[in-house]
């Protein structure tokens, strides 16, 4: 079975910190890992996938396949990073019908 | 592109009401998955169709009933409604080839009373 857990529902941080939000998975299988991000009103979004090792809007994260862990993280954090964060798994490889599990979220307020 | 798009917005039906839910997926995907987003918890996969087939499906009963049609456009829909349905209901949609990103639509939020 795939879970996806994040221990925080709500992380408050200044302006300025640095951020990190926790995900632990337990899949037996190789999996693929990826950070959406929801703001305001808007459309639940990808934010960056474990397999492109690349830095989206100062957000960073790595596969921990010792820990488990895919912690999202960002050195300085701003105003406008505040939103709902969800960690994701889904098989790697295989057909494109690959269903993607979902934490609970993490609600992230950067205050100024 | 617009996008996913997702119709209606807004739903309010009555206990063991039939409920149809409709997605059109972003402009070059054939893949189209349904989640379910109960208020405070994380979207949960309801089903998925490639080719007008259901190719997967998650912890849902069979009330939950799906259909994709050769526009790759899909249904959702839900017979015998109970209150717990209730529920922001998203439509994802994917290449079947390629990165596979999944695009999301805004939702349509269900209301059973």
């Known amino acids: 079975a795939q879970r996806v857990t994040q221990p925080e529902k709500l992380l408050s941080v200044f302006k300025g910190a640095p951020v990190e939000l926790k995900c632990n998975y337990s899949?037996?299988?190789?999996?693929?890992l990826f950070w959406y991000v929801q703001y305001s009103r808007q459309r639940l979004q990808l934010l960056l996938r474990h397999i492109s090792r690349e830095s989206i809007k100062g957000f960073t994260a790595d596969l921990n396949k010792g820990e488990t862990s895919f912690h999202l993280k960002k050195p300085f954090a701003q105003e406008e990073d505040s939103a709902m964060y969800y960690c994701?798994?889904?098989?790697?490889?295989?057909?494109?019908?690959?269903?993607?599990?979902f934490g609970q979220g993490t609600i992230l307020t950067v205050h100024p | 592109d617009a996008g996913v798009t997702q119709s209606p917005t807004h739903l309010i039906k009555t206990r063991g009401q039939q409920v149809t839910l409709r997605c059109s997926p972003k402009?070059?995907?054939?893949?189209v998955s349904w989640y379910q987003q109960a208020l405070g918890q994380g979207p949960q996969f309801i089903f998925q169709?490639?080719?007008?087939?259901?190719?997967q499906r998650g912890n849902f009963p069979d009330r939950f009933s799906g259909h994709q049609f050769p526009n790759y456009s899909s249904e959702l829909n839900v017979n015998a409604l109970l209150l717990g349905d209730s529920a922001l209901y998203l439509c994802a949609s994917s290449p079947h080839t390629g990165p596979r990103e999944a695009f999301f639509g805004q939702g349509t939020r269900l209301t059973v009373v």
């Open positions: 899949y037996s299988g190789s999996p693929e």
């Open positions: 994701a798994l889904r098989k790697a490889g295989g057909t494109s019908y690959g269903k993607l599990t």
């Open positions: 169709y490639y080719e007008e087939e259901e190719r």
């Open positions: 402009s070059g995907h054939d893949t």
